[in-house]
């Protein structure tokens, strides 16, 4: 069974940081897209973040500056370090994998998400 496992949500303030983590059990990631996906309650999932499989990082325009998606091969696990928490932030946040050159054209795993809570 294929599992990706996030790590590192929480309660922090506004204007702090987080780094999320996620660590796909049962096989290696190496060529796989992977990203960062999060749903705020009562709005859809939304795109965060991602690495395609050529290792092009990019993030949505409302995280851009302030989050930055990264991966170990060594370790194979995925970051997404989070600066300059706003309250909007407030969501669970999903890691995805996909065989598709990119995240957004297709997901094919989930992870079971972390909370991350940014208060004012």
């Known amino acids: 069974q294929v599992q990706l496992v996030e790590s590192g949500g929480g309660l922090v303030q506004a204007g702090g940081s987080l780094r999320l983590s996620c660590a796909p059990s049962g096989r290696a990631f190496s060529g796989y897209a992977m990203g960062w996906f999060r749903q705020a309650p009562g709005k859809e999932r939304e795109f965060v973040a991602a690495?395609?499989?050529?290792?092009?990082?990019y993030a949505a325009d409302s995280v851009k500056g302030r989050f930055t998606i990264s991966r170990d091969p060594a370790k194979n696990t995925l970051y997404l370090q989070m600066n300059s928490l706003k309250p909007e932030d407030t969501a669970v946040y999903y890691c995805?994998?996909?065989?598709?050159?990119?995240?957004?054209?297709?997901?094919?795993?989930w992870g079971q998400g972390t909370q991350v809570t940014v208060s004012s």
């Open positions: 995805a994998a996909s065989t598709k050159l990119t995240v957004v054209a297709g997901v094919d795993y």
């Open positions: 690495v395609s499989r050529s290792g092009t990082a």
